[in-house]
């Protein structure tokens, strides 16, 4: 038997492939489904070859290989489905696999340690990435690497992206603000930051707006210094152990800080916090401190329309404002699909006073950015956001809001693509509520 069919089978839960019965609820809810028209591009027909392969009726192939990379892993296809199948479990453990068995060339490898297991666990090396980013980008570098045409070198998903990067800093979140934040007022639950890894170097003064929101909804606000990345890169690319490792030393630092609730900004870091308790359920010494963990996780839209005091977002009016602004909003597709959050955000951007939201056509499709799925394929990412765009534009919206690092990257380079950016900006919805919050 073929060494990776041996890997399939071992990893691949059976129950969830039987679970499938075939019924294609799922395709008008996938993404690759809907821009090929072709089965093995839906989640029924990757589903299929998982099957085939495991039942021994196909080899897993290059095409197989192909047909799991080209999912993006949007998770659409799980609330659609009515046998609740859990197809993101699926793609991941044949993920695991495929890269288990895989020997990649020397330069991928180096590339991929680098990554998975030198930069992204550790948060000072990333603190050290933010600053030599943040060196790039004020010395005077950007522009000479623009002017010299030495940008060219690289392929052009990595030059829309290098564009469209906001400003790095080596400094995060504790590090400008601390680490313990009181309630305004009477307190109502004690909170813990989960500030992430690439959010606190690209999107520091996100995680700083959203401790104050947090902090003027009720909540007392710990941010533990010593947490790390949250593994969502390394399981949606077949590193599950390394995202095994993060999880167990993310538990470890949250228990420590003893908090009533876990909050995430970020769609794509606080849906694999939910899912400790799977990551880690084959781990009797910290399988009941994962589900104390995955229990606690919530999103800031959620935990402020459930718990917070409501809060005051009028300061457009106290500005002056004369005309109400066009809001629109991108689901994050993690943030809709595994943490079930597509309400809160709405109702939030519905408190804005001068704002009119405008809901805006398959706003809960992916966007295409998904995780790093833009630069490992950029012909379907790009195909995928260019149709994005066209409902986009449709909104007449100014501003673009998103839950998600990713998500809101990859709606600044459609807005630039589009020759957009004179009418309309993209903006994390915590940037957006916290300029509007009256202070
Ligand atoms: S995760 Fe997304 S792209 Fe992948 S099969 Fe499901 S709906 Fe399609
Ligand atoms: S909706 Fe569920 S059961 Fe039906 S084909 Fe899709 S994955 Fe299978």
């Not at 790390?228 to 152990?241: D, I, K, M, Q, V």
């Not at 079930?340 to 405008?358: H, N, T, W, Y």
């Amino acid at each position: 038997m073929n060494a990776l069919t041996e890997k399939l089978r071992l990893r691949l839960d059976e129950d969830q492939l039987t679970n499938c019965m075939r019924c294609g609820f799922c395709l008008p809810a996938c993404p690759t489904f809907a821009e090929t028209g072709l089965e093995a591009e839906s989640p029924r027909g990757r589903i299929a070859l998982m099957k085939a392969v495991t039942d021994g009726i196909m080899e897993p192939d290059q095409a197989f290989e192909d047909q799991m990379n080209h999912c993006l892993g949007c998770r659409a296809c799980e609330p659609a489905c009515p046998a609740g199948v859990q197809y993101g479990q699926l793609i991941e453990q044949a993920r695991d696999a495929i890269e288990d068995h895989k020997e990649h060339k020397t330069w991928v490898k180096v590339t991929r340690k680098a990554a998975f297991k030198t930069v992204f666990p550790h948060q000072e090396r990333m603190k050290w990435v933010g600053r030599g980013l943040q060196f790039y980008q004020k010395s005077g570098l950007r522009t000479v690497a623009h002017a010299s045409g030495a940008m060219k070198l690289f392929p052009k998903h990595m030059r829309d992206m290098e564009k469209v990067l906001p400003d790095a800093s080596g400094r995060g979140v504790v590090e400008q603000i601390g680490e313990r934040h009181a309630a305004k007022g009477e307190k109502i639950a004690t909170v813990a930051l989960f500030r992430g890894c690439i959010m606190d170097v690209l999107f520091t003064q996100t995680n700083i707006h959203t401790v104050d929101l947090l902090t003027a909804a009720g909540f007392e606000v710990v941010i533990p210094r010593e947490q790390n990345c949250c593994g969502a890169l390394h399981a949606h690319s077949g590193e599950a152990e390394g995202a095994r490792d993060l999880a167990r030393r993310n538990i470890k630092t949250f228990k420590a800080a003893s908090v009533d609730y876990i909050v995430s900004n970020a769609g794509g870091c606080g849906a694999i916090l939910t899912e400790y308790d799977h990551l880690l359920h084959e781990d009797p010494q910290w399988r009941d401190d994962a589900v104390w963990f995955a229990d606690r996780v919530i999103d800031i839209s959620d935990l402020l329309i459930r718990a917070g005091r409501s809060l005051d977002f009028s300061q457009n009016e106290a500005q002056g404002e004369a005309e109400p602004v066009r809001i629109t909003y991108q689901d994050s597709c993690h943030l809709r699909n595994v943490m079930r959050s597509a309400d809160a955000p709405r109702k939030l951007m519905r408190q804005v006073q001068g704002a009119e939201f405008i809901e805006m056509k398959n706003a809960d499709r992916c966007c295409g950015s998904a995780g790093i799925y833009n630069i490992t394929q950029p012909v379907m990412a790009g195909q995928i956001l260019d149709h994005k765009m066209e409902h986009v534009e449709a909104t007449g919206a100014s501003y673009l809001l998103t839950s998600n690092p990713g998500c809101l990257l990859q709606m600044k380079h459609g807005i630039e693509e589009q020759g957009m950016s004179g009418q309309m900006k993209a903006v994390h919805i915590v940037d957006f509520l916290h300029e509007r919050m009256k202070k």
